[in-house]
């Protein structure tokens, strides 16, 4: 797999440590400032040579800009319009040769955690989640049906401009997979789930985000996923992230101390040919000594050891490394 950060910021820290661990390739998150245009090429360009002078190539976007994807997932008078900047977006990409979107379908509440201090090894501290620490940010509601709704109206409305501009929409997993919060429903919480919601349609360009850990905390058969996706050919982006815990209550830990046999992982990967083109990145690392807690999950110092971890585990599997013995 190719190994990617992912970069906020092109002129920010992580994106210097990316590309001192020997990074090349960027996951990018696009400005949503309400300046920024998804569906300028000049825009995207400028934005482009930031990472390109820092030395980095974005192979993928994540999330799907919010300020187009909420109305969508809610069904909002808006949708159309968001639909129709999107596929603007894609032209763009293809142009620049970008391929792939990471996206979710979380209404009104997105990724969710009650604590960014819960203490894991040796004092590092990660972010957590108990449901009976839960409050509901606002009076949202949302039904199963209307998500299911909206989503297939969403995919069936992008989908054949994904495949001509060949852009790969990666279906990223709800997280916490819980059904419900608040009042919100949720549904991709399990793997019969976003199979449905991937393969309810069938195009090559329609696959998944290998969120590892949502899976495990789902109490879903890891192998038998990657497995199941592999085989399809519709990982087209990996999450490398561990936890311990259920879905109900649990914390993110370094990706040597969770309940998975990371090393076990990466070898099915290859194993069922997720090839090397396929994106990867490191995902939620700890809050380490001396560092403030600034954007729980994606602070700076933490994310050199899991992408130099990381690393290891790719060269060991799917080869690669400098030099010869
Ligand atoms: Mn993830």
Known sequence: MLITDYIADPKGIIAEYAVQCGVKH????????????????????ALYDDYSAA???????EPLPNSL???????????????????????VMDELD????????????GWTRTTAAFTERGGARVTGFKLSDFTPP???AISEDRLWENYFYFIKAVLPAAERHNIKLALHPDDPPLPKLGNVSRIMISFDNINRAVSGIESPNLGVTMCQACYRIMGEDLPRVIRHFAERRKIFFVHFRDVAGDKYDFHETFHDNGMTDMAAAMRLYHDCGVGREVPIRVDHVPAMAGEEI???GYDAIGRLYAIGYLRGLLEAVYGGGSGTL
């Open 26 to 45: 960027a996951v990018i998150r696009l400005p949503d400032d309400g300046l920024f245009d998804f569906a300028s090429l000049e825009h995207w360009k």
């Open 138 to 140: 606002g009076d949202f």
């Open 294 to 296: 600034g954007n729980p």
């Open 69 to 91: 994807h909420n109305e969508i997932k809610e069904g909002g008078p808006g949708r159309d319009r968001a639909i129709e900047t999107l596929i603007k977006m894609f032209a």
């Open 98 to 109: 970008i391929r792939v979107l990471c996206f979710n379908f979380m209404a009104y509440i």
């Open 55 to 61: 030395g980095l190539k974005p192979v993928a976007v």
